[in-house]
């Protein structure tokens, strides 16, 4: 049985990954930890720990307590925000990344970090963005990104630590808000539906990139965490997404449930800048070939769920 610590366990993918590992692997065997205290389902259900993840001995005290075998490391300042404070982005980023690594070289343990169509660039190829391609985000997010990616591949060849990692687009949930993304918009045009309030979009029109809902992104890191090495030509980072629309596609999508809903457009600079530089849809058929991945959620689906879900949390 697993023993695995959640870092970053208080944030968007946190809160749902804590309670899909805690149903797989048992209550007591997944720690949850974070810089803010965490309370309150799922994080009651069992061991939670405080940790600054730019501090590596708070890291390495848990990882030894527990015996910890499995580090999910999702510790980060998302794309937006990132660009109002980019030492921070920095920082937290690269420094509890370092230090999950040096942990995990010294205690044995495997490491989950996620990436994201963040590390991609303008002059990446913007059409079925190949698994392997020009990586030169020109955000202090996309740097943290594929140094990630370049350090998880770095400590797997040098120290053999079984590092692993998908590159996420933005992701869709009913149960937790937003915290800065780029892609914070496909989000929040639900919430203002169910609402009935207009929506204002910060991205123009034709303005296409990767998306998922959360549960295929849960299935994401579980998967590829439970895949057979022996198959995986690469670790660092796999394409993976689910769906591509801009906020016409996505607006035509809900407007069949709320025919009366509104939306205008009123692009933010700093938003607009960085959507322009990811891709519009990436080439995810290496993750499907090395260790089957295969989303469950089209647009239309989606859709139907977060509306279900927002109704009971909202209205």
């Keep these: ?3 695995i610590l959640i870092v ?15 149903d797989i692997y048992g209550d007591n065997n997944v720690v949850c930890s974070d810089l803010r205290p965490l309370t309150g389902d799922p994080y009651e259900r069992g061991p939670v720990e405080r940790i600054d993840s730019t501090q590596i001995m708070q890291i390495a005290t848990v990882v030894k307590n527990y015996q910890i075998d499995t ?3 999702l510790a980060a300042i998302l794309s937006a925000t990132a660009e109002l404070n980019p030492m921070l982005g920095w920082n937290v980023g690269i420094g509890s990344l370092v230090n999950c690594l040096e942990v995990a070289r010294l205690f044995g343990c495997a490491v989950f970090t996620p990436s994201s169509i963040g590390a991609f660039g303008p002059s990446t190829p913007r ?4 698994q392997d391609t020009i990586q030169r985000p020109n955000t202090i997010y996309g740097v943290t990104k594929v140094t990630g990616e370049l350090l998880s591949d770095y400590y797997f060849t040098r120290f053999g630590v079984d590092t692993r990692s998908v590159r996420f687009p933005g992701l ?3 149960m937790t808000l937003p915290g800065g993304g780029t892609t914070d918009y496909a989000v929040e045009i639900y919430y203002a539906a169910v609402k009935g309030e207009k929506f204002v979009c910060p991205l123009k029109k034709g303005t296409f990139m990767d998306m998922m809902y ?3 992104a849960q299935k994401a890191m579980i998967d590829i965490m439970e895949a057979d090495p022996t198959k995986l030509v690469h670790r660092n980072s796999f394409n993976v997404t689910a769906m591509s629309f801009d906020p016409e596609i996505i607006y035509a999508a809900i407007k069949k449930h709320y025919p ?4 205008v457009y009123e692009p933010e600079p700093i938003k607009q800048a960085i959507a322009d530089s990811w891709p519009d849809k990436m080439d995810d058929s290496c993750a499907r070939n090395e260790w089957g991945w295969n989303p469950q959620y089209d647009l239309d689906r989606m859709t139907e769920d977060m ?6 949390k909202l209205l």
């Design 1 to 3: 049985m697993k023993r």
């Design 8 to 22: 970053g366990a208080g944030g968007q993918i946190g809160s749902e990954l804590t309670r899909n590992l805690r």
């Design 71 to 73: 580090i999910y490391n």
């Design 127 to 130: 059409e079925n963005t190949p």
């Design 172 to 174: 869709i949930s009913h």
């Design 214 to 216: 959360m549960p295929d």
């Design 260 to 263: 009366q809903f509104e939306m």
């Design 307 to 312: 509306i279900l879900n927002l109704k009971k």
